[in-house]
């Protein structure tokens, strides 16, 4: 059967080429019925419907904290330690697996993890946060005075300022969707406005920056500008999803700078200094700046890009029969919210617009979708972000051009994944 | 009830709920003197604000670069499994560029304070603030950025010029090009 024979489809209605199908026509027609894509008569009689032993028997007792299925063991992050055994343990990443997940909320046990020296194991009892520095009233917070304050509530991500490393490589990688753009997750995060605990302390005039400073034994320091949280959205998250932060995401606090590097929001927080002035602190000197082509190198970039990647179909995820498949991902951009997102099946050569919330958030992960008929043949699926700010996702060359060899940072390439004839997905530049 | 005599009634629950709130918002914080902060007052920024008082050469450092650093970083602070600090000048606009403390860092102020806070990887905090100097001395000495007799200390420490103190263009508020 050769889907070009059933496929019902004017050229009108095709949204781009190699397949992209409209959202017109799906407006037009609901959501394509098998029947009208042709692929009835192939149809399969499935078997007589059995009653199965998990139907016939009581099943397991009530648990205190539910755990995913057995089944689903094999949805974990893929961890990266990044130096030898003996020389940093702990200092390292693990990736959330984007492509075993769907909507848009990133699992509590399933977040994206850099750490610079370990997971401090720490007593909600004895932590300590002090606000200090160039301020009228210096102060120390206990978790339990944190608590009292009115919570604020936000949906945001938080994004690994080194994310889709592995596509700096010369080779395109052969490693799946999350384990390449996988230091992000998103989440539902609650907890106390950081301007509220400012204003306690009474910022000075001269008081333009913040040094945020966890209680890790890196203790992971970084100068923020005032402006993000007086004014701004910066808040102090104590819950992730409904429950308490875990270890590994700065229990029993954190700081969160929507759409801002990952490496700011700082986990275990326990010290916010006010000064005047950046510190220059090694990870925004030595690390999370952005090295060019010219030798200079580009400092306090702090929002991440608009950007998007294709989950499904994708390395892990290989397409079957020929016939119509969801072409699926997620976008986000760290300036707002995310307005257009596009399609290409033909190596970007056409271009169709998928279908994206109405009302996304702004610095969260939304889920675009679009329908795509795939007719056997080798093809390059590539999908492009654009937010409220009109910035447009580039390609890999583009993004490239200023930056010097193995610079890592502020990666948000077009993705192209290639689709072989038999379905395999692998990644390439394109 | 005239729709006046509603209003009136919501004005004054209103102006009672107002009363009942307590005159200052929540203030949960408790009061902390700058000298009770002083263990966790670690920041160093390249003006010097934050140093501690004490001082140390390259030489002296040499030893505490040998029992607490090398195994990591290198004999000299190249080669070794935790990254390169030493070496690479010159090279940042090469394809070919090392970026090492000597070759990249802007300010020798975060050296000690990096220093400081994080190193030795295994026992951050146990090295004393002398010995801090020294060794940080020693890896500018390494980076032939100063002699081997300097000394390094709250005063001297931020006026080492830095080779690739002019490497950073500033993207905030705005790209600073």
């Not at chain 1, 995310?338 to 050569?349: C, K, M, P, Y």
């Not at chain 1, 077009?414 to 997905?425: K, L, R, T």
């Not at chain 2, 602070?77 to 606009?93: C, F, H």
Request: charged letters at 20%; proline letters at 7%; a negative charge.
């Amino acid at each position: 059967m050769t889907s070009s024979k059933f496929l019902p489809l004017s050229t009108e209605e095709h949204a781009a080429g190699n397949g992209l199908v409209s959202r017109r026509w799906l407006l037009r027609t609901g959501f394509p019925a098998v029947g009208a894509l042709g692929l009835t008569s192939g149809m399969v009689q499935a078997e007589e419907l059995r009653v199965p032993d998990w139907s016939s028997s009581p099943g397991l007792d009530l648990t205190g904290y539910g755990q995913p299925s057995p089944f689903e063991s094999e949805v974990v992050r893929p961890t990266l330690p990044l130096f030898p055994e003996g020389i940093g343990d702990g200092s390292g990443v693990s990736f959330t697996p984007l492509e075993k997940l769907a909507g848009t909320i990133t699992p509590n046990g399933l977040f994206f993890e850099r750490h610079h020296s370990g997971i401090p194991e720490i007593d909600p009892a004895e932590h300590k946060f002090a606000i200090h520095g160039l301020v009228e009233r210096p102060l120390v917070f206990t978790v339990d005075a944190l608590l009292r304050y009115p919570m604020v509530t936000k949906t945001c991500f938080i994004e690994c300022a080194g994310n889709s490393l592995f596509n700096s490589f010369d080779e395109a990688q052969q490693r799946t969707a999350g384990e390449i753009h996988g230091l992000i997750g998103n989440a539902e995060w609650a907890g106390v406005s950081l301007a509220q605990l400012l204003d306690e302390a009474g910022v000075s005039p001269e008081g333009k920056w913040l040094v945020a400073e966890g209680a890790d034994a890196a203790k992971m320091s970084r100068s923020i500008p005032i402006e993000k949280a007086i004014e701004g959205d910066a808040f102090i998250a104590l819950y992730q999803n409904g429950e308490r932060i875990r270890p590994e995401q700065g229990y029993p606090m954190r700081l969160v700078l929507p759409g801002w590097q990952g490496s700011m929001n700082v986990k275990w927080l326990r010290r916010i200094k006010v000064v005047s002035a950046p510190v220059h602190t090694k990870d925004e000197t030595s690390k999370y700046t952005l090295l060019q082509k010219d030798g200079k190198s580009r400092q306090f970039t702090y929002e991440m890009g608009v950007k998007s990647v294709i989950t499904s179909p994708s390395p892990g995820r290989e397409l079957g029969a020929k016939g119509l498949y969801q072409v699926s991902g997620l976008a986000w951009s760290g300036a707002g919210r995310i307005t257009r997102v596009e399609v290409s099946a033909d190596g970007g050569a056409s271009w169709a617009v998928a279908m994206i919330p109405g009302q996304a958030p702004p610095r969260a992960l939304i889920r675009f979708q679009l329908p795509w008929q795939w007719d056997g043949q080798p093809a390059t699926l590539m999908s492009r972000a654009t937010d409220e700010t009109g910035a447009v996702q580039p390609t890999r060359e583009a993004w490239y051009e200023p930056y010097a060899a193995n610079q890592i940072f502020h990666q948000n390439a077009i993705q192209a994944w290639a689709v072989s004839g038999n379905g395999g997905i692998s990644n390439v530049y394109a | 009830m005239s729709m006046r005599k509603f209003g009136a009634i919501l004005a004054s629950a209103a102006a009672a709920f107002a009363l009942s709130l307590p005159a200052q918002a929540q203030n949960y914080g408790e009061a902390i003197s700058e000298s009770d902060l002083a263990n966790w007052d670690i920041s160093v920024g390249p003006d010097g604000v934050g140093l501690p008082a004490g001082s140390g050469t390259s030489a002296q450092g040499a030893t505490v670069w040998a029992e607490q650093c090398s195994a990591c970083h290198g004999e000299k602070g190249k080669g070794g499994p935790a990254g390169d600090l030493v070496g690479g000048v010159g090279t940042l606009k090469s394809p070919e560029h090392i970026k090492t403390v000597g070759s990249f860092w802007p300010y020798s102020t975060t050296i000690f304070d990096y220093v400081r806070r994080a190193m030795p990887y295994y026992a951050p905090g146990s090295l004393s603030d002398d010995e801090v100097y020294a060794v940080v001395a020693y890896l500018l000495n390494q980076n032939e950025i100063i002699s081997e007799d300097d000394i390094m200390n709250a005063e001297n420490l931020p006026r080492v010029e830095m080779p690739n103190a002019n490497g950073f263009i500033s993207y905030w508020p705005v790209a600073n090009q």
